[in-house]
């Protein structure tokens, strides 16, 4: 976990970490439309939405939902558990997707927790992914795609029917493109699931488990999906299914 982090908080620049917009993710299925990063950030999809052939009650609902900025449980705790590994705060700074702005991409490290759906920040980056966190809405079901396939990988990694007590995540660590950065990807394909990504990244067993499936001494930039299991909501175990690593100068 030290050695993983180095790169990361022994850096210059801050990290800032961002939690997902979960009320956004409302209004894109009432609406069944997903709305890109350009138009979050400039608004726009708030006179869309309310120029949409919907009955004025369901205007109203959404409007309602618009003026709130909600969350989620898990992404707090993946939160939760990343800031304890910089218990005097002097490397984090967190944010909500809502408030945060395109100026600090091109000067800060990125953590970006949640899948594009409840967080758009993730368009920035998804052209770089292979293993992309995804919303069916005609099926209303989140799941894990895989771009190219290799042997024995799956095309979709979706959780099982109810009562499930799993799901899929996807955690990326990349290098940030506009800059010498790192950026690193959370989303998972319901909340105990993304609790379950932070929970890889912090936990010794883990990683060290992943660093010895690369036979590597260091981790390099990768991509993993992970199938985890979770009690009463609670993450208790991430299998690694599938991943990708990339060389230091992508």
Not at 147 to 166: I, V
Request: charged share 20%.
């Amino acid at each position: 976990v030290a050695s993983f982090w180095l790169g990361i908080l022994g850096a210059r620049q801050n990290t800032d970490i961002l939690l997902a917009d979960t009320s956004f993710a409302l209004v894109e299925d009432i609406t069944r439309h997903s709305i890109p990063l350009n138009d979050y950030l400039s608004r726009n999809y708030i006179n869309k939405v309310q120029s949409t052939k919907l009955s004025q009650d369901r205007r109203l609902d959404l409007d309602m939902i618009m003026r709130r900025n909600n969350g989620s449980l898990g992404d707090f705790r993946a939160a939760q558990r990343i800031l304890a590994l910089d218990p005097a705060g002097k490397n984090f700074r967190m944010y909500s997707a809502r408030d945060f702005t395109p100026t600090l991409v091109n000067q800060d490290n990125l953590i970006l927790i949640g899948a594009r759906k409840s967080n758009p920040w993730v368009d920035l980056f998804a052209g770089n992914l292979n293993f992309l966190a995804e919303y069916d809405i005609d099926r209303s079901v989140d799941y894990i795609r895989n771009l190219a396939p290799a042997a024995g990988e799956q095309a979709t990694y979706a959780p099982p029917q109810a009562p499930s007590t799993g799901g899929h995540c996807v955690v990326a660590y990349l290098p940030n493109a506009q800059q010498p950065g790192k950026v690193l990807i959370i989303a998972g394909t319901d909340s105990a699931a993304t609790e379950g990504g932070g929970d890889f990244l912090t936990s010794e067993d883990q990683l060290s488990r992943f660093q010895k499936m690369l036979h590597v001494t260091t981790l390099p930039y990768f991509e993993v999906v992970l199938k985890t299991s979770n009690l009463n909501g609670t993450p208790i175990d991430a299998k690694v299914v599938a991943y990708r690593t990339y060389p230091a100068q992508r």
